[in-house]
Nanobody, 121 residues
């Protein structure tokens, strides 16, 4: 079995910072893409940031210059450093890993359960 688990959410004041972590565990051979999404009530899940195994990254326009995605391949972990947080960043943040399990020849997406981030004074 493979699991993806996020941590690091919480309550922060506007202008503050949080660092989210996401670790994939299990019989994993390779992870190609790791990404962060977020969803607010009544809205669709939105792509926030993505990193591929080669190191390339991409961000939603709304978070460029404030959020930084990074990964530790040895730990199967991706991070999202969020600075200068705004109330509109309030959402449940989800991690997704596109990975290949031992014994498989294909890659599939595995989602975490999400972690709540609330930006409020």
């Amino acid at each position: 079995q493979v699991q993806v688990a996020e941590s690091g959410g919480g309550l922060v004041q506007p202008g503050g910072s949080l660092r989210l972590s996401c670790t994939a565990s299990g019989t994993i051979v390779d992870i190609s893409i790791m990404s962060w999404y977020r969803r607010t009530p009544g809205q669709q899940r939105e792509l926030v940031a993505v990193t591929i195994s080669g190191g390339d990254t991409n961000y939603a326009d709304s978070v460029k210059g404030r959020f930084t995605i990074s990964r530790d391949n040895a730990k199967n972990t991706v991070y999202l450093q969020m600075n200068n947080l705004k109330p509109e960043d309030t959402a449940v943040y989800y991690c997704k890993a596109n990975l290949r399990q031992s014994g498989d020849t294909w890659y599939r997406d595995v989602w975490g359960q999400g972690t709540q981030v609330t930006v409020s004074s």
